[in-house]
């Protein structure tokens, strides 16, 4: 209550801003994973590694745009490339070009994918995967996992299609994450009816939890035991290997959803696989399905995207954030070891978990029900803005290439300081 009272009082004028936009936006909100009570704080400007809010705070953005803000606020070389682009290219010209190809063969390569197709958002590209395996295989069903989280409305938390998922009842949820006996006797139990299996290779949106090798490949051929294909969901953890967690991992999957910062900071999904999937998408063969989107080869998009990831997010660059990641998870582990704090995550990802005894071992959502200790979560949050650190209320955090070696201690520091203060 009373770090609630201090957030309060430090941020008058993200208040009145959250008073005058529930005025037209329901719940002042057009991204809910972004509301927080009593209201949000709202952001003026991003620099580097850090934002700024409307009171005039600085931060250390740990919330990296839910993963998607890896390269950081005004990256040179992003900044470079929008504006050449803009000058010399121009927005969307209604007319295929060398840019979309270009970016294209970048992703195919790096993603080890055949062939590759643009979207706007990660949610498209799963809508699009989707329908592509539903007409590959000429099947419905396709079988996801508890805390699965695929887009706006491909969401699975608790067990259950969400209400606004679209074709809810061909979903089959397996109840539980990283079980392979479960999810082989859900798959199982579809039958001939099953198209794909839809899984991320580390839970994102679900807690940070890693799967483990034996569990994705075994999901992975009980997929195709049934005629199904396997579809990997890397839109969050492309970023934490050069070739995605799906080559790091050998998990060879049929196509792959990809998304977040690959668009540079832009607007951005795409999808890919295997030559014969992918044919599907082919116009110049009869009975191909369309796959439209006015927005898909958007020029910046395309040069963004393909600068940051050529210039920017090089493969040697990728290990050695993400073998910083780990240094860092691992150095939070030893602060938190024995507290009511749990780390989970890989790379530059990790997740937060508060729990009545704290846990050492987190391999799906459903072991930490009952458990959790939403107050001190909470209070987490609170204090850490207080202590200049811009984290998800929920307890993820999405590290930013640019974030100084300095400011990771510091974070060390304070939630040193908060287990110390807060023991009960
Ligand atoms: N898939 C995964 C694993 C995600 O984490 C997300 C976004 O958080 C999406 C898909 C959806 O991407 P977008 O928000 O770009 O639609």
């Known amino acids: 209550r009373a770090a609630e009272a201090r ?62 803000g890896l390269l950081g606020h005004s990256h040179p070389v992003i900044h470079k490339t929008f504006l050449s682009t803009f000058d010399t290219v121009g927005l969307s010209l209604g007319a295929t070009t060398v840019h979309e190809h270009a970016y294209a063969a970048l992703l195919s390569a790096r993603f080890r994918l055949a062939r590759v197709r643009m979207a706007n958002t990660g949610t498209e590209a799963n809508l699009h995967a989707l329908a592509g395996a539903r007409h590959f295989t000429g099947r419905r069903k396709v079988v996801v996992f508890s805390g699965g989280y695929h887009g706006a409305v491909l969401s699975f938390p608790d067990g259950k299609a969400a209400p606004n998922t679209v074709d809810r009842g061909d979903f089959v949820v397996v109840p539980r994450y990283n079980d392979l006996q479960l999810a082989r006797e859900v798959i199982e139990s579809v039958e001939k009816d099953l198209a794909a299996v839809l899984v991320e290779p580390m839970q994102g949106a679900g807690g940070c939890i890693p799967g483990t090798r034996e569990f994705l490949v075994g999901v992975r051929d009980a997929a195709h035991r049934q005629g199904a294909l396997f579809i990997l969901d ?79 997010y090089k493969p040697e660059v990728n290990v050695a954030f993400n073998e910083r990641g780990n240094r860092f998870r691992e150095k939070l582990r030893e602060v938190t070891k024995g507290t009511r704090l749990s780390i989970t995550g890989r790379g530059s990802l990790l997740g937060l978990h508060f729990t009545e005894d704290g846990m050492e071992e987190i391999t799906c959502g459903e072991d930490l029900k009952g458990k959790e200790r939403r107050d001190l979560r909470d209070l987490f949050w609170f204090e850490m803005l207080e202590a200049g650190f811009w984290t998800t209320r929920r307890g993820y955090i999405a590290m930013i290439l640019e974030t100084p070696d300095e400011e990771l201690d510091a974070f060390l520091a304070a939630v040193k300081a908060f287990l110390g203060r807060h023991r009960d």
């Open 7 to 68: 957030f309060i009082a430090n941020n008058p004028l993200s208040k009145a801003q959250h008073d005058l936009a529930v005025g037209t936006l329901p719940g002042g909100n057009t991204r809910t994973v972004l509301h927080t009570s009593p209201f949000p704080l709202s952001m003026k400007q991003g620099r580097g590694a850090y934002v700024w809010d409307l009171d005039g705070h600085k931060y250390l953005d740990f919330v990296g745009e839910l993963s998607a």
């Open 234 to 312: 890397e839109v969050m953890t492309s970023r934490l290997a050069p070739g995605g967690l799906g080559v790091e991992m050998g998990l060879e999957p049929d196509m792959v959803t990809l998304g977040k910062y690959l668009g540079g900071g832009l607007a951005f999904g795409a999808f890919g696989g295997r030559d014969d999937v992918m044919a599907v998408y082919d116009p110049r063969v009869e009975g191909s399905l369309a796959h439209s989107g006015t927005f898909n080869n958007n020029t910046m998009a395309m040069c963004v995207g393909y600068a940051a990831l050529s210039e920017v």
